[in-house]
């Protein structure tokens, strides 16, 4: 069964950077594109990008464009999200989402990434 | 690219039907028929309900039904039950390869 596993909470001060994995199994990793999604406390889901499994490609929220890059790892079939320069407002949960023809159709548990001095 | 449009609440008791609508612009919603809908239960991921405006991901059950009309999407659930009440979003693509959500609508079954 297809499974997006991601990594445990972080807790980082402003101004670091932190890097999320998401490792996919009970598919072929290199027919799908991967999403990352994030959601503040209380607040709706923003898209943030995405990657493309084969080459690697990236396209970018223009509202993180400089501080996100996304990379795979195709011999683990996993996939990284990593944002610089953070600042309060990043805390939020952050998931990977897989898109087929259908949609988002499989989600990460999410990774609960705190900035706080 | 700014968040779709969607009302911050909606309500119905248990049998009834509710609409959640979904506005964005000839940009995302009224340019494209790739609006998918999720719902969100409290700390969960979020689940697909609806893909390509309309169509329905197998599992999901029929009471659920997406539409669009110009710039904006809808979902309606009929026969409300009690585990319909959730966090619902739309989602659009929005060209380039690029997608945008909705700001989110709870569903409260009374």
């Known amino acids: 069964q297809v499974q997006l596993v991601q990594s445990g909470a972080e807790v980082k001060k402003p101004g670091a950077s932190v890097k999320v994995s998401c490792k996919a199994s009970?598919?072929?990793?290199?027919?799908?594109?991967m999403h990352w999604v994030r959601q503040a406390p209380g607040q709706g889901l923003e898209w943030m990008g995405v990657i493309g499994p084969r080459g690697g490609s990236t396209i970018y929220a223009q509202k993180f464009q400089g501080r996100v890059t996304m990379t795979r790892d195709t011999s683990t079939s996993t996939v990284y999200m990593e944002l610089s320069s953070l600042r309060s407002e990043d805390t939020a949960v952050y998931y990977c989402a897989r898109k087929s023809d259908s949609g988002f159709d499989f989600w990460g548990q999410g990774t609960l990434v705190t900035v706080s001095s | 690219q700014s968040a779709l449009t969607q009302p911050r609440s909606v309500s119905g008791s248990p049998g009834q039907s509710v609409t959640i609508s979904c506005t964005g612009t000839s940009s995302d919603v009224g340019g494209y028929n790739y609006v998918s809908w999720y719902q969100q239960h409290p700390g969960k991921a979020p689940k697909l309900m609806i893909y390509?405006?309309?169509k329905r991901p197998s599992g999901v059950p029929d009471r659920f039904s997406g539409s669009k009309s110009g710039n904006t999407a809808s979902l309606t659930i009929s026969g409300l039950q009690a585990e319909d009440e959730a966090d619902y979003y739309c989602c659009s693509y929005a060209g380039s390869d690029t997608y945008v959500f909705g700001t989110g609508t709870k569903v409260t079954v009374l």
């Open positions: 009970g598919y072929t990793f290199t027919n799908y594109y």
């Open positions: 390509d405006v309309s």
